[in-house]
């Protein structure tokens, strides 16, 4: 059980486009979601945690205008990089948390490429 | 601010040897938690760690936790090939905002 899914697997778009990422769970209901970001060698990053039914919490310095997170279920999350550039490249994890859980379960990742 | 930090940042052995990690973070917790990450893919949760625990065991992993020093270490005994991945540690209080280490990256040598 506790399986987090990503769709897609791997994007490559062209500078000014938008893209939208999901994140389901499949056999539970998530309350939280995260949305991380990982660039190269280097580490996991929090952007923002969503709860169901209301906005989602971005961490600081990342623009809400253009990562917008829309988490409409239990089982949905999704996250669309809007007007992508070259340096929003990067490898974009989620997590999902179910109620009264103690744990995260991650999803496995996203490579988004931007020409 | 990133929380935890791991050292070393690289660790290559001999399949067989064993692999120790270490995190050190900055305040308190409620647990700390092990991931591994193989190159391109997600995470996996390897073990939590309580901050009333010392040490916890699972297979061939040990973890250990001194909160006095805000310190943990993760040993992998009898390292094989397929333990080459990232490590990371992780800091949070319950589901909240998990705080990651810059991880370890190691190497296992056939």
């Known amino acids: 059980g506790a399986v987090v899914s990503q769709h897609p697997s791997r994007v490559i778009c062209k500078s000014g486009t938008s893209v939208k990422i999901e994140c389901r769970s499949l056999?539970?209901?998530?309350?939280?979601m995260f949305w991380y970001r990982q660039f190269p060698k280097q580490s996991l990053m929090l952007m923002a945690t969503s709860n169901e039914g209301s906005k989602a919490t971005y961490e600081q310095g990342v623009e809400k205008d253009k990562f917008l997170i829309n988490h409409a279920s239990l089982t949905l999350s999704t996250l669309t990089v809007t007007s992508a550039h070259p340096e929003d490249s990067s490898f974009y994890i989620c997590?999902?948390?179910?109620?009264?859980?103690?744990?995260?379960?991650f999803g496995p990742g996203t490579r988004l490429t931007v020409l | 601010s990133q929380q935890g930090e791991e050292d070393p940042q690289a660790l290559s052995i001999q399949e067989g040897e064993n692999a120790t990690m270490n995190c050190s973070y900055k305040?308190?917790?409620?647990?700390l938690q092990w991931y591994r990450q193989n190159s391109g893919r997600g995470l996996v949760h390897l073990i939590l760690i309580r901050s009333n625990e010392r040490e916890k065991h699972s297979g061939r992993l040990r973890v250990t936790l001194d909160t006095s020093k805000k310190s943990s270490s993760l040993l992998i005994t009898a390292s094989r090939a397929a333990d080459t991945a990232s490590y990371f540690c992780?800091?949070?209080?319950?589901?909240?905002?998990?705080?990651f280490g810059q991880g370890t990256r190691l190497t296992i040598n056939p």
């Open positions: 305040t308190s917790i409620n647990n």
């Open positions: 056999d539970f209901q998530a309350t939280t």
């Open positions: 992780a800091t949070g209080k319950g589901a909240q905002k998990l705080v």
């Open positions: 997590s999902a948390s179910p109620r009264a859980y103690n744990e995260q379960f």
